[in-house]
């Protein structure tokens, strides 16, 4: 079955640096592109940055741009989202999603995509 799993998230200081993972199975990772995304308690899912199958093509959102990276490995089948110099209201939940619709990642809406892990936490403080 297909499975999505997201790893590294915790707690950590304004300015600081966290790198998740999520790690897939059960489906032909690379032949889906893959997002990340968050949410907080009484707030909508954002999207905050995609990837094509092969790497070539991101996407991020405004508030991320030059602060996160998101990255994929399809020989490991994991994809990656480096955070850095981390701001108090990046504190969410962190998903990780899977689409073969491609063609709909520039937008970084939650409702294009398929697969879904279960989230890893992330708690930035001031």
């Known amino acids: 079955q297909v499975q999505l799993v997201e790893s590294g998230g915790g707690s950590v200081q304004a300015g600081g640096s966290l790198r998740l993972s999520c790690r897939a199975s059960?489906?032909?990772?690379?032949?889906?592109?893959m997002g990340w995304f968050r949410q907080t308690p009484g707030k909508e899912r954002e999207g905050v940055a995609t990837?094509?199958?092969?790497?070539?093509?991101?996407y991020y959102a405004d508030s991320v741009k030059g602060r996160f990276t998101i990255s994929r490995d399809n020989a490991m089948n994991t994809l990656y989202l480096q955070m850095n110099s981390l701001k108090p209201e990046d504190t969410a939940m962190y998903y990780c999603?899977?689409?073969?619709?491609?063609?709909?990642?520039?937008?970084?809406?939650?409702?294009?995509?398929?697969?879904w892990g279960l989230g890893t936490q992330v708690t930035v403080s001031s």
């Open positions: 990837i094509s199958t092969g790497g070539s093509s991101t």
């Open positions: 999603a899977a689409t073969v619709w491609c063609a709909a990642t520039a937008g970084l809406r939650p409702a294009d995509f398929d697969y």
């Open positions: 059960g489906f032909r990772y690379s032949d889906y592109c």
